[in-house]
């Protein structure tokens, strides 16, 4: 079982940045990868970020150029810096954990709040 938990969510103006982070009760290089998703209100969850275990990264097209998904391995922590906010980036982030291999586990964090006032 892992746990995860967000935090470093909060009212930001646009143009503003906002890093936040998501701790791991597990040692995350073991982990097959590990992603950020959001969820804005009406609208289905999305993937924003993701890191493989192998450090690759990939970004949905909206964020790329703006925000920046890396980890460190001594922390179990997972980050998440966000620059140059846009209010359509307001949204409910979610830290996900994939592990195992045969079977895949997804694991959630419970979410923080990100809102970009314009």
């Known amino acids: 079982q892992v746990q995860l938990v967000e935090s470093g969510g909060g009212l930001v103006q646009a143009g503003g940045s906002l890093r936040l982070s998501c701790a791991a009760s597990?040692?995350?290089?073991?982990?097959?990868?590990m992603a950020w998703y959001r969820q804005a209100p009406g609208k289905q969850r999305e993937l924003v970020a993701r890191?493989?275990?192998?450090?690759?990264?990939n970004y949905v097209d909206s964020v790329k150029g703006r925000f920046t998904i890396s980890r460190d391995n001594a922390k179990n922590t997972v980050y998440l810096q966000m620059n140059s906010l846009r209010p359509e980036d307001t949204a409910v982030y979610y830290c996900?954990?994939?592990?195992?291999?045969?079977?895949?586990?997804?694991?959630w964090g419970q979410g923080t709040q990100v809102t970009v006032s314009s």
């Open positions: 597990g040692s995350i290089f073991s982990f097959n990868a």
């Open positions: 890191i493989t275990r192998g450090g690759s990264t």
């Open positions: 996900n954990a994939v592990v195992g291999v045969n079977p895949l586990y997804n694991y």
